[in-house]
Structure formats: structure tokens, C-alpha cells
């Protein structure tokens, strides 16, 4: 978690970086921080709360030079404060540090250098990188650099000046990503790659233990032995537009509303050539006897809509593991087993840690992942990459929806390679997955009930979403939509499970969602909905069900009709419905639907 951003060029450095911090908010936001090298040494303001709040901060307190960095935060150690905040600077005041990651073994740097006088400000891990490197420093940063991370346990991704060399800033990482820009007007580090597309869309990638020292005229790069590296500049093929709200009062909104386009680049990518195509064809699945999807949030939802696809298509048993569970379990695998990672960031730490643990085991790796460049897309074997595009939002769903479209993909194609799907019906279901974008677009464009009856449900205390088979996969993940940006307590249930259990919950004015695609369980799901509808739920049937027949329930059940589409891809659909439903509930509830309480889009830390 945490955004960090730096800058080394002609412009004033602050308006740069407060830019690039807004597109990294994202990450944390509890509170932020700029250091620039101004006329008088380090010029620093840093301020609990909102990025806004620094930005007024700023207004009255008129800092400027051309080399800087900046960074907002997501506390792990020591709460949102202003002295918590970063840049940290040394008791000297000599070094300036921003820090994404966490430092295991801080306590016992720390105590070190207290032994020796050194008087701490914070009760962050972070201060102590700052306090080090002036403790180290003896008249050249990027040996101090290279000391400085061979005394730190844990992950960092650093942006450090010195105050005697002001011309330049230096930076580093392990396990924690950070991304070069390069610009006419200076140059650039930060987290991710939206934070300088306002200014450039060539950019490298940072590998673990390498050094990138910027200053306005160009960056070299070292590693730990100070030899200079070869380094490739990429271009992006982002542009600063997607990164943009475009007129959408929430980047969810947009991002939700992005899907059609996002379906379609996606389904190309693994029907014409490409890398994604060529990835899936030369993957030769007979030679693995288990697949193991494992993941987190969202994208374990997406692996648990999967299951039932591979399962069904490929008559293989798939296992679905929480990667935060998995990488502690020791679990069976071995080199018969191919282990898919599913990943936006790519930077999620449970999901890189379930990666290691699987390579170690010797099982193959397939990553399907968002962010170019990321530690898991460069570590698997095998990479798959979503066309969503970036993704702002702290609550995912464009990037859900190509992970589920990839997923889908990877099993028809795997049925065929398996021989348990005949090439005409693989025609048939590629061709079905053409059609969703035209789909969602049918959905995003009569979105007038779903807002409606959203702004009814915030008087919900709890809502309950239910489903049969690959309905309560896709129900699990309304739910967490729900919860995350509503604030709304919500569980999924398998619909057959109510009533071991969680029905007694249910009571007057409960809301129960209940999805149905399955056409052959509809009767089993609508049993289900006329048991809470008996006990006093109000019921949201949302499905492709032609025998809904909601007049006949006294009021106390809607129904939104999706367009009809084979079981195993009605997710793609159905989510739809529920991520506007989940945003019109937030909505109508003021929230700010962005930036969720306790949130942060990419989860760096255990
Ligand atoms: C929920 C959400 C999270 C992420 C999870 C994994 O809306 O966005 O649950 O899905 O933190 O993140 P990635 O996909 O980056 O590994």
C-alpha cells in the first residue's frame, strides 16, 4: 500500500507531484506528504487526512524546486498523523525518504541507532530508513543506498534525496513496485504508471536490488555492486485520458461503464494473435493433472466463478485457495499441477507469496494479471493480460470482468486441448463470448430501474445475496461490492445452505438478492426466495428467468431481467447489475465511493 512519487527536472517539482499523487491515492489515503529541495534545505509539508487536505496545506505555504518527492499513505505502522506522514526526514536533516512497503526488523535498527543518539519524531518502521541513511552517509547517496537496503528486512520501494546532492534523487525496491518515467521536462519514479502519464508514457520497470539515480538531464541505473545496468524504456500504451473520471462524477462509475469496451479488447486478445492468444496455445494442460487458482478479494471471486467453468467444460477437479491461506498450507502440489494466479495489481503480497510458494513446490505458474510490468506478471511462468486499461477505483470491476472473460477463455481452450470439447462447440462458446460486450452494453443502457430501487436499499442494515452453483460464485462478489463501498453488512450464501444456519437471520425489511441463470435450478432458487419472502425479506431476483412471475408476490419481489447467455458466462452479466446496484446504493448513501474507509486498491502488505 502507500503511493510514493519523485521528480527531477526544470518544472517547480510540487504541482508535479501533488498531480502524480492524486492518480496514486488510490493506494492509501490517510494521509500524504511532499519534500522538495528548496532555497533553505529541505522543504517539507506533510498533513494527515485526504489528499485535498495537503493540497490546502500547500496554498498558504509556497514551497518550490525542481527536485522532490511525495507520497500518500495507507499506515501500517503508527496512525494517521501529521508527524506519521512521510517524507521522513533524518534527525540531520540531511536525508528525505518516501517508503512503500514495511520494514520487518525496524524495532531493532531502531534501537540501535537510539543506542547512538539518534532521536526518532514518528512510530513508523519508514523513519528509520531516513535515520540510517544519514547514519551511513559519508559524501555519496547511492553507496549509502546500497548500505542502507542490505540492513532492511521486509519490502520497501524508496525515493531518497540528500541534501548535498541536490541535484538528484535516488531510488530502490524489493518486492514492492516502482516504475521509471522518462520526459522532455524531467524525469520520473512512482508506484505505478498513471501518476506520470500526464507527462509521458515511457517508462521502465524497476527489478528488485537495482538502483535508478535521476536527475533532469536523464536516469542510470546499478546494481548493488554500482555497475552501471542496461535498461529498456518502454512505452505504455495507457493513455492519461483512461486515467481520468472523463466526466463521471466516480472513476467506479466509469470504470463500470467502460466494460463493453473492455470485454471486447479482452475476448480479442485470445482470438486474434497476440500475446495472450500464443500464451494460451502453446500452454500444454495435458501434462498437468490439477489446476489451483489462487487469489485474493475480488479475483479469488473471479477463480470461484472459474472453478465451475473449468470444472464443467474440462471435467477436471479445479481447487480454489485464498492465496493468504494458501501460501501457509503447505498445499499438494507439485510439478503435475498448474497453479493460476489471478491479479489487477500484480503487487498483491499474499498472491506474490502463494506464487513463490508454488514455484518452490515446482508447479507451473500462469499469472492473469492488469498492470504490465508488475511482480507477478514478470515472476510466473506464464502471463495473461486483462485489457482493462487503468483501473482508479479502489473497488475493482472492469478488471474483474476481463479476469473472468480470461478465465473463460483459458477453459474452452484447455476442453479443447483435453479432448472433452468438440472444435465446433468451442466455435460456438468463443463466439458467445463475442457477444457479451454488445450484452453489458444492453445492460448499462437502462440503468434507470437499478437506481431507483438502489436508492430504496440504504435503509438495509443487512443484505443477503444468493445463488446456486456459478450464481452464488457471482453472488459472493456482490456481496463484497456491496460491503466494501456501502458500508452495508452483506453475505453471500449458497442458496440451499439457508437454511442450515443463516436463515434466522433473516427478519422483516431484510433484503435478500437472488441471482438465477442456472435455468434448470430456478425452481430450487425461487423456493429459496419464497422461504425469506415468508419470513418477511423483501427478494431482488436478478436473472435470465422467462418464468419470473414478480406481480404475483405482493410487492415483495423485483425482478431485472439480464439478456439471455449460456450458465457459465451469465457472470459477466449478472455482475453487471450487481456492481450498479452496489454503486447506486453507495451512491445514494453520499459516500465516497472511491476511496472506501480502511481501503486501498493494491494490498502490499500481509
Ligand atoms: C475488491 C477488490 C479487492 C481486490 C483484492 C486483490 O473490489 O478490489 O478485493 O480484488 O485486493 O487485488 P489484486 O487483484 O490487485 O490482486
Not at 476481463?402 to 474452452?412: G, K, P, R, S
Amino acid at each position: 500500500m502507500c503511493g510514493i512519487i519523485g521528480y527531477a527536472g526544470t518544472r517547480n517539482a510540487v504541482p508535479v507531484i501533488t498531480e502524480g499523487l492524486k492518480k496514486l491515492e488510490y493506494r492509501g489515503y490517510d494521509s500524504a506528504g511532499i519534500a522538495v529541495f528548496g532555497e533553505n534545505g529541505f522543504e517539507v509539508v506533510k498533513q494527515k487526512g485526504r489528499l485535498s487536505a495537503l493540497e490546502e496545506r500547500l496554498k498558504g505555504n509556497a514551497i518550490s524546486g525542481n527536485v522532490g518527492i511525495g507520497h500518500t499513505r495507507w499506515a501500517t505502522h503508527g496512525e494517521p498523523s501529521d508527524v506519521n506522514s512521510h517524507p521522513h526526514v533524518g534527525s540531520q536533516s540531511k536525508i528525505a525518504v518516501v517508503h512503500n512497503g514495511t520494514i520487518e526488523n525496524y524495532r531493532r535498527l531502531k534501537e540501535r541507532l537510539e543506542q547512538k543518539g539518534v532521536r526518532f519524531a514518528s512510530q513508523t518502521d519508514s523513519e528509520v530508513i531516513a535515520q540510517l541513511a544519514e547514519y551511513y552517509y559519508d559524501g555519496n547517496l547511492m553507496d549509502t543506498v546500497v548500505k542502507v537496503s542490505g540492513a532492511l528486512e521486509g519490502s520497501y520501494a524508496l525515493g531518497i534525496m540528500c541534501l548535498d546532492e541536490p541535484d538528484s534523487l535516488v531510488a530502490v525496491k524489493k518486492d514492492n513496485s516502482l516504475i521509471v518515467g522518462v520526459s522532455e521536462h524531467g524525469n520520473f519514479i512512482a508506484s505505478d504508471v498513471p501518476a506520470v502519464l500526464k507527462h509521458t508514457n515511457k517508462v521502465c520497470y524497476l527489478n528488485d536490488k537495482e538502483i535508478a539515480v535521476l536527475t533532469k538531464d536523464g536516469v542510470s541505473f546499478f546494481n548493488f555492486d554500482k555497475e552501471p545496468l542496461p535498461k529498456e524504456i518502454e512505452t505504455v500504451s495507457w493513455s492519461f485520458d483512461s486515467a481520468e473520471k472523463g466526466g463521471y462524477p466516480h472513476f467506479m462509475l466509469k470504470e463500470i461503464m467502460e466494460q463493453p469496451r473492455v470485454l471486447k479488447d479482452t475476448v480479442r486478445s485470445v482470438l486474434s494473435g497476440g500475446g495472450n492468444k500464443s500464451v494460451i496455445d502453446n500452454l500444454d494442460i495435458s501434462g498437468f493433472d490439477k489446476i489451483v487458482i489462487t487469489a485474493c478479494g475480488s479475483a479469488y471471486n473471479a477463480g470461484v466463478v472459474a472453478r465451475y467453468v473449468f470444472e464443467r467444460l474440462c471435467r477436471m477437479s479445479v481447487e480454489v485457495e485464498l492465496a493468504s491461506e494458501f501460501r501457509y498450507k503447505d498445499a499438494i502440489i507439485g510439478d503435475k499441477t498448474l497453479v493460476v494466479l489471478v491479479s489487477q495489481s500484480g503487487e498483491t503480497a499474499d498472491t506474490i507469496a502463494a506464487m513463490r510458494e508454488a514455484k518452490s513446490k515446482g508447479a507451473a505458474t500462469l499469472s492473469i494479471i492488469n498492470v504490465v510490468g508488475s511482480t507477478i506478471s514478470k515472476e510466473a511462468d506464464y502471463c495473461l493480460f486483462t485489457a482493462a486499461g487503468p483501473e482508479i477505483a479502489v473497488a475493482t470491476t472492469k478488471a474483474f470482468s476481463a479476469q473472468l472473460v480470461l478465465l473463460y477463455a483459458l477453459a474452452v481452450r484447455f476442453a479443447v486441448k483435453l479432448g472433452k470439447l468438440p472444435p465446433e462447440k468451442e466455435i460456438a462458446l468463443m463466439a458467445e463470448l463475442e457477444t457479451l460486450p454488445e450484452k453489458a452494453k444492453i445492460i448499462l443502457g437502462h440503468t434507470d430501474f437499478i437506481q431507483k430501487y438502489a436508492s430504496e436499499c440504504v435503509v438495509y442494515k443487512s443484505i443477503f445475496f444468493i445463488g446456486r452453483n456459478i450464481d452464488y460464485a457471482i453472488a459472493l462478489e456482490g456481496s463484497l461490492k456491496l460491503k466494501e463501498i456501502s458500508y452495508i453488512h452483506s453475505e453471500a450464501y449458497a442458496g440451499g445452505e439457508l437454511k442450515h444456519g443463516t436463515i434466522s437471520l433473516i427478519e422483516e425489511d431484510t433484503l435478500v438478492v437472488a441471482i438465477s441463470n442456472c435455468g434448470r435450478l430456478f425452481g430450487k432458487i425461487m423456493s429459496n426466495a419464497e422461504q425469506v419472502m415468508s419470513r418477511g425479506a423483501k427478494v431482488l431476483l436478478i436473472g435470465c428467468c422467462p418464468e419470473a412471475d414478480s406481480a404475483s408476490y405482493g410487492g415483495k419481489l423485483s425482478y431485472i431481467g439480464l439478456p439471455e447467455i449460456s450458465e457459465l458466462f451469465s457472470p459477466s452479466l449478472s455482475v453487471v447489475v450487481l456492481q450498479l446496484f452496489s454503486y447506486y446504493v453507495a451512491a445514494n448513501k453520499g459516500l465516497d465511493i472511491d476511496k472506501p474507509r480502511n481501503l486501498a486498491k493494491s494490498v502490499t502488505v500481509e
